[in-house]
Nanobody, 115 residues
Framework: QVQLVESGGGLVQAGGSLTLSCAYSGASVAAATMGWYRQAPGKQRELVAD???????NYANSVKGRFIISRDNARNTVYLQMGSLKPEDTAVYYC?????????WGQGTQVTVSS
């Protein structure tokens, strides 16, 4: 059974940095393309970054050059390093497979960027 647990969110000033972690259980995740998604109030959930099992990465234009996704299969963890944060990055951040699996959604971690 796959379980994903996000952590590392918080309140940060604009221009600051945060690193999110997604700890996973389940052997299938290590071979899957994993992504970080976010959902801001009143908006649809969107994919902001993903990483293949071979560590090829892709980013949404809105975060390109500011966010870095990585994975450590030995630690069963996917990371999202976020820099030069903007108020519009405020959202609940989730990790999941790409495409997402409904049963994988966790509670997410709140990121709030103050101006």
């Amino acid at each position: 059974q796959v379980q994903l647990v996000e952590s590392g969110g918080g309140l940060v000033q604009a221009g600051g940095s945060l690193t999110l972690s997604c700890a996973y259980s389940g052997a299938s995740v290590a071979a899957a393309t994993m992504g970080w998604y976010r959902q801001a109030p009143g908006k649809q959930r969107e994919l902001v970054a993903d990483i293949t099992s071979g560590r090829t990465t892709n980013y949404a234009n809105s975060v390109k050059g500011r966010f870095i996704i990585s994975r450590d299969n030995a630690r069963n963890t996917v990371y999202l390093q976020m820099g030069s944060l903007k108020p519009e990055d405020t959202a609940v951040y989730y990790c999941n497979a790409v495409p997402p699996v409904d049963t994988f959604w966790g509670q997410g971690t709140q990121v709030t960027v103050s101006s």
